[in-house]
């Protein structure tokens, strides 16, 4: 069965970078792509961006460009997004998940970063 | 940048059918795909391309796409259906990812 398991709370002082891992396991990992999504305390929804783990190629939203950079490691079905510079209303629950065409059909259990 | 406009909340009684819509320009023309998002938990994919239901969904989720509103239905609706449900789709002109903002489930 397809799983998605994230890494651990983060707790950062502003400033600072924060690297979040989702490893990914029961489908070919090289097949679909990787999206990434926030959700601000209360708040809904953010697409953030994502990364085809075939290629690499990455799509990101404007207002993250160059503080955002997402990979993915193949040998170990493993993607990563490293945010930085971090400020205090990036506070949120990071999501990874699986990109199947234009939708998200498996998400990881969230990553809760916490810039204070 | 395209906009997905979605009520705040919809409440209804155990049984009956509850309806959320998700406002957008020329919205039947993209693919729209629905999520339910109980408290505490992850989204999950409930309805994808306007109207097709992942394995496990049950048949009481159903979505119709057309003119500038795409609709998500949950007939019979339980007390664990209480959630906040969000539209999404591609928006292929900016290659972009949109997310309505959400709307919240009261089951009275």
């Known amino acids: 069965q397809v799983q998605m398991v994230q890494s651990g709370v983060e707790v950062k002082k502003p400033g600072a970078s924060v690297v979040v891992s989702c490893k990914a396991s029961g489908y070919t990992f090289t097949s679909l792509g990787i999206g990434w999504v926030r959700q601000a305390p209360g708040q809904g929804l953010q697409w953030m961006g994502w990364?085809?783990?075939?290629?690499?190629?990455?799509r990101i939203v404007d207002n993250l460009q160059g503080r955002l950079t997402l990979t993915t490691d193949t040998s170990t079905t493993t993607a990563y997004m490293e945010l930085r510079d971090l400020r205090a209303d990036d506070t949120a629950v990071y999501y990874c998940?699986?990109?199947?065409?234009?939708?998200?059909?498996?998400w990881g259990q969230g990553t809760l970063v916490t810039v204070s | 940048s395209y906009v997905l406009t979605q009520p705040p909340s919809v409440s209804v009684a155990p049984g009956q059918t509850a309806t959320f819509t998700c406002g957008g320009k020329h919205i039947g023309s993209k693919t729209v795909h629905w999520y339910q998002q109980r408290p505490g938990q992850a989204p999950v994919l409930v309805v994808y391309d306007d109207s097709d239901r992942p394995s496990g969904i049950p048949e009481r989720f159903s979505g119709t796409n057309s003119g500038n509103t795409a609709t998500l239905a949950i007939s019979r609706v339980e007390a664990g259906d209480e959630a906040d449900y969000y539209c999404q789709v591609w928006d292929g002109s900016s290659n972009l990812v949109v997310f309505g903002g959400g709307t919240k489930l009261t089951v009275l």
């Open positions: 990364i085809s783990a075939y290629n690499g190629n990455t």
């Open positions: 998940a699986r990109r199947f065409r234009n939708n998200f059909d498996f």
